[in-house]
């Protein structure tokens, strides 16, 4: 019931000015539960639109040294009582009948109260308790001030990248991360975990490149990203445009963002094992013009041998072996008397194979064991794991010595490349992972990459650089990256589900962390104890685009909302662009081919198909085309075959002689 | 709510020195620690329409019953802070408020509580350099002389509860300033008032205020009438009678079993129920509106008030020891004034 029209207003009617800062509460503090410098704790009016997650500010009662002091704070955790003193007495004034309760006369006194964690103190010195003021709810500048935004945001500084805005009361501020601590060189990398299916981590990391490439300064540099494709369609189509609601474009629009996909997309996968399909998702043929093969041939692989052979593997004697034959044998002449003195040029798989078959039927030939040092045994085994790989990265390891590599050198700035290693065996997964990031590397140390930072995202961190387990060559490297990357300008964005299954060394140099939808499992590990309860909580229940940001500017974990990306989704990326059909052999030739000369024709290079060369001498000639880039393709592609078809034009058969008749045979005439 | 800075210990250590010995503050007020000084009695009243007093079923209220808008309560805290000689100087504390009933919650109505605290002491019994001190402090002070007791024979609890009455005089004045405040403001609006009626015929006109005793040092009936009141059930009211005092007019007034006692004291539960006839009146003119009571009924009108004072028994104003007859707008009064006027008692 109301008080009558007629009575005057209660004291409790609270206007206020459209343009004074909006009061929400007041500090208080007990004995039993006092402020400190680091946390205060206040009430609010009921129908306060605070929440874990927002920020807010108090402003002092007394003055220091002319200063009056303000305090930025986060809400962590919230809680309500009434003046009930036992839950009993509630059950005993309504008759336990809750349909009462809800008609009585008069609610209960009840209290909201928040405790918050200080973000700053403005002066910072003397660092005092929080003082009994009142309450204000955070504006942008406030935002600003509270989360040290306000030094990177100045002019001259401008490195601000928006990862998302902050909402609260009616208000949303833009919510800047330092580049200078994204991407180096103060601090770097990204760590996002969530768990799947709720738009969080890759939605957030293609979010965030669009950011970076719209926001990262001139003044310091190009920047460019690789992405490896580790699951389904995920990163398959970030150059096709998804339909944005209204509400994702104001977020796009007032974040400085173009609501568009990436411009400078290029694909890399390896060929499934027949050797001239790719083996991507994305093989719609509407979307081949970006998408090219990538094979590495003896040489790339014999650098990174030590990441598919286990410890079982290598011994000292056969890491001396192998040793031996990459820097002895391959891609250089080589003769050895026990086989003859012949000479091999040992290039690619086959050659490899051809060489070690040799050595070893000279070897039992001449009745020896040792060759070189070498034990056969220790030879047999070598040649039985190396030629190996290339049964276990079909597709990607060529027969032949060609490789066909990602532009090293030649990035381009603000250019996205994936490699999708979806459809890989796990070990053809590491060996992309590290050579692809070893070459990376190198690159940037000499300052020939073609950009001079390079973000490279890997999903489901917790397979290649898992908290416990052995250790691999791709952890390793993973951990190298995280910490010393930033000096060269390479940045790891990383995402996996669980982040405590990730190794700590990986996760903590990664100077800002995102944290989408968590599993209340994964909460409830050791890692996440600096969290309270209540923001714990929150993250379990994060809705999608709701993200909990970290950053080593912000003191405390800060909520935001970034918009939907403005790229397909794998989901909707594959219903709209379904796989293409496996193509035939021709098929697959000329689709590639087209790439380099839209206006070839089947019919122009249909001699090649029929039948008078092998499969892998086709292929052969696609790739060298591919390779060489000519101007004239099909004339190019055709030229390889001239030869063959002269020596191969089947000769005569020999008309044999007619045997003369015998004299005297009745049927001769 | 005055702004006067509150007198404090140090204070009036320091205005007194020598001339009077401070004494410690204690644990309980003098409300707690002096023993009640009047004892219970019982007197006839007369019956306003029943010929015999009997006992009255307040019917379920066809709506949800409800019917105060506003809560009244002041509260009052006295302490002994000095004695001159064997003169005590009590210092007493008042308070007052209206508590609004605004979306099912309490909210202070109009300027606030009003509060005050002063210096109660027989000025003729102590050195006028004495006053002259306390003079100094800015407290107000209050002369608690009382020409029947004399100044060389008066026992020291006699100073004492002598200064505590004063110190209810004024929590009393200030609850009746704020009931005529009410009743000027709110155009006769119910107002749930803790204790009887004050004395005021503005708001004994008015017909919004409500008095609601708890307390029961007079029983209104005797004998076989006092019998039917003492064992009235749960939603039972009695007789309507008249209460007439010497220092206001006559009210109507009856009793109103919230809570079966069952085997607690026969006064558990029951409260006393004081309306104007004005309110009387007023209640059953609003009823006549709605065409459910005829105008001339004041049992209708009594009935409906009761099933106002019966509807605030929920929530319960636990764990306040009096929450079998209290209101928890009345508990809500308490609260806010202890907590806005600092430590004091009822």
Known sequence: MSPSPDAPPTSAAREQPEDRPRLLGRVVATERRPNTTHEFHFWTALDSPVGIGTIVRVEGTHAIEGQIPQVYGVVTDGMSYSDLASPLHDVIGFDADPARAARAATERAEIRLYTAAVLRHIPDEPLQPVAMGQVFLADDRDVAVALRMDGYLREGARTGIPVGVYRAGGMESPIYLDADFLLGPEAAHLNITGVSGLATKTSAVEWLLASIFAHFPAKKGSVAAVCFNVKGPDLCFLDQPSTLEARDRTLYEALGVPAAPFPNVHYFAPYKAKGYALNTLRSNPALQHNVSPLTWGLREVMQFAEVLLNKDDIDAKADALIDFVASRVVDQPFSDPLMGGRQFQVRSFADLDAFFRELIDAMEGANREQWRTHHVATIRKVRNRLVNIATRCEGLVTNDGHASDLPNGRSEDRAVYVIDVANLEEDAQDLIFARVVSKLREHLERRALGVDHLVVFVDELNKYAPADGPETYVRKMLLDIAERGRYLGLVLFSAQQFRSQVHRRVVGNSGTAIYGRMDPDELATPGYAVIGPSTRTKLATLDKGQLMVRHPHFAQPIFVRFPRPAVLSGREGAERFPQGEEPTLQEAVLRQLRTLDPQLTMASIATVFEGLYRDDEILRARDRTMRERPSDVKGHFLSQFRSLVASRVPAPSPVRPLRPAPLGDPYGT | ?346
């Not at chain 2, 000095?82 to 209206?98: E, L």
């Not at chain 2, 085997?263 to 004081?274: F, I, T």
């Not at chain 2, 209101?327 to 008692?345: F, P, S």
Request: net charge negative.
């Open chain 2, 1 to 346: 709510m005055g702004h006067r800075r509150q007198l404090t210990a140090r204070a009036l250590h320091e205005a007194l020195g020598p001339l009077a010995r401070a004494v410690a503050p204690g644990d309980g007020s003098l409300e707690v620690s002096l023993a009640a000084q009047e004892a219970g009695r019982t007197t006839a009243a007369p019956l306003l329409r029943d010929r015999a007093m009997r006992a009255h079923a307040v019917a379920a209220a066809a709506d949800d019953g409800v019917g105060f808008v506003a809560f009244l309560d002041g509260v009052q805290e006295s302490r002994v802070v000095a004695y001159v000689g064997t003169v005590p100087i009590v210092h007493g504390r008042t308070g007052a408020v209206i508590r609004a009933r605004v979306d099912r919650r309490l909210v202070t109505w109009g300027d606030g509580p009003r509060s005050d605290d002063a210096l109660y002491l027989p000025m003729g019994g102590v050195p006028p350099a004495v006053i002259d001190a306390l003079a100094a402090t800015a407290c107000p002070i209050v002369d608690t002389t009382d020409d029947t007791i004399g100044a060389e024979e008066a026992h020291p609890q006699q100073l004492l509860r002598r200064a505590v009455h004063l110190v209810q005089r004024e929590r009393e004045a200030q609850e009746q300033a704020l009931a005529v405040a009410w009743c000027r403001a709110s155009g006769g609006a119910p107002l749930y008032l803790d204790g009887g009626l004050p004395p005021s015929e503005e708001v004994l006109a008015g017909g919004g205020a409500i008095g609601v005793i708890k307390s029961h040092h007079t029983l209104y009936a005797t004998g076989s009438a006092l019998a039917t009141v003492m064992s009235l059930g749960a939603g039972e009211r009695s007789s309507i009678f008249v209460v007439e005092t010497r220092w206001r007019a006559p009210v109507a007034s009856w009793y109103l079993r919230l809570r079966a006692p069952g085997r607690r004291d026969p006064l558990w539960g029951l409260v006393r129920v004081e309306a104007s006839l004005a309110a009387l009146n007023g209640v059953l003119a609003r009823a006549a509106e709605g065409g459910s009571a005829p105008a001339d009924d004041p049992d209708l009108a009594a009935d409906r008030i009761s099933q106002w004072v019966a509807a605030e028994s929920a929530p319960l104003s636990l764990p306040d020891a009096r929450w079998d007859t209290m209101a928890y707008g009345i508990r809500d009064c308490e609260v806010y004034l202890r907590a806005a006027l600092g430590r004091l008692a009822t």
